[in-house]
């Protein structure tokens, strides 16, 4: 079992940048792909970034790609989605889920233990 800590989140204004954090329990994490969502008011939740399980290999969403980096530190069992110029669409609350696979997915199905979720607010 896997239980996932997110924080981090807040409110900042558009162009500014957060750093969010997920800290992943147990000892397998390390043999993990990790994945970042997000969910908006009155959206379907959608793929944000995945990581491999040795931070190799990542991926982004289109509407990241440039401003979002993902990463990891298997030595702490943590996560991180760094967001830089951040805009007001980039608000939504952010999930880190873990996968049981190596590498990561841009599917949420195919994840099997998410955290409780995080809220980003940008304001114009």
């Known amino acids: 079992q896997v239980q996932l800590v997110e924080s981090g989140g807040g409110l900042v204004q558009a162009g500014g940048s957060v750093r969010l954090s997920c800290t992943a329990s147990g000892r397998t994490f390390r043999r993990s792909a990790m994945g970042w969502f997000r969910q908006a008011p009155g959206k379907e939740r959608e793929f944000v970034a995945h990581i491999n399980w040795s931070g190799g290999s990542t991926s982004y969403a289109d509407s990241v790609k440039g401003r979002f980096t993902i990463s990891r530190d298997n030595a702490k069992n943590t996560v991180y989605l760094q967001m830089n110029s951040l805009k007001p669409e980039d608000t939504a609350v952010y999930y880190c889920?873990?996968?049981?696979?190596?590498?990561?997915?841009?599917?949420?199905?195919?994840?099997?233990?998410w955290g409780q979720g995080t809220q980003v607010t940008v304001s114009s």
């Open positions: 889920a873990a996968r049981n696979n190596l590498d990561g997915s841009i599917w949420g199905t195919n994840y099997a233990y």
